[in-house]
């Protein structure tokens, strides 16, 4: 489904073009500007398929990785550390999701210092609907055929992984099993 355009050209096209008059590395500048500007388009189509559940795309990634945690809970620092976003962050999702019952606070065990946020059985149904929506709509990636979103995908784990994103200290995976050993519980 394509975006409706405003515009009777390439943006960043334009951009690079009036770029290299004037600086180097045009090519850098609009694959960057590239790279946001697809990062826009999907989330707002991964967003508008998961409006009708009531759910963000961060308060959908916070559920999953609920659902992929051995128990179903994690404590709230570890959330924000695995979904990369600020402590102020995961306390706005945790405390939206509380609000619709999808998930819940609870005493770490052997921790006072410690909360652990829980998945409801709500919150694991609303999960399973909103990942069949997402799928259906092919995380807004059905312009990729499946070599495209290979070759996409290790173009994009390459910056990460220059960027010091994570370690490379597990090897280069192949595609399409680039997650299939993957632990449920790293640390």
């Known amino acids: 489904m394509a975006a409706p355009s405003s515009l009777p050209f390439d943006p960043v096209e334009e951009a690079a073009r009036k770029w290299s008059a004037r600086w180097d590395d045009a090519d850098s500048m609009a694959v960057a500007t590239s790279i946001m500007r697809v990062q826009q388009l999907l989330l707002g189509r991964i967003e508008a398929a998961l409006r009708p559940?009531?759910?963000?795309?961060?308060?959908?990634?916070?559920?999953?990785?609920?659902?992929?945690?051995?128990?179903?809970?994690l404590p709230m620092s570890k959330m924000g550390q695995r979904l990369m976003v600020h402590p102020t962050s995961i306390t706005n999702i945790v405390d939206r999701l509380q609000a619709q019952e999808f998930i819940r606070r609870e005493p770490h065990p052997t921790d006072r210092r410690t909360t652990l946020v829980a998945i409801t059985e709500s919150g694991r149904a609303v999960t399973e609907?909103?990942?069949?929506?997402?799928?259906?709509?092919?995380?807004?990636?059905?312009?990729?055929?499946?070599?495209?979103?290979?070759?996409?995908?290790?173009?994009?784990?390459?910056?990460?992984?220059?960027?010091?994103?994570?370690p490379d200290d597990h090897g280069i995976r192949t595609w399409p099993n680039a997650f299939e050993d993957a632990e449920e519980d790293r640390p």
């Open 53 to 73: 559940l009531n759910l963000t795309f961060a308060r959908y990634e916070a559920l999953v990785l609920l659902c992929f945690s051995r128990n179903g809970s």
């Open 129 to 166: 609907r909103a990942t069949q929506a997402l799928v259906e709509v092919r995380f807004a990636l059905d312009a990729l055929d499946p070599d495209q979103m290979k070759s996409l995908y290790d173009l994009l784990r390459d910056v990460r992984l220059h960027a010091g994103d994570f």
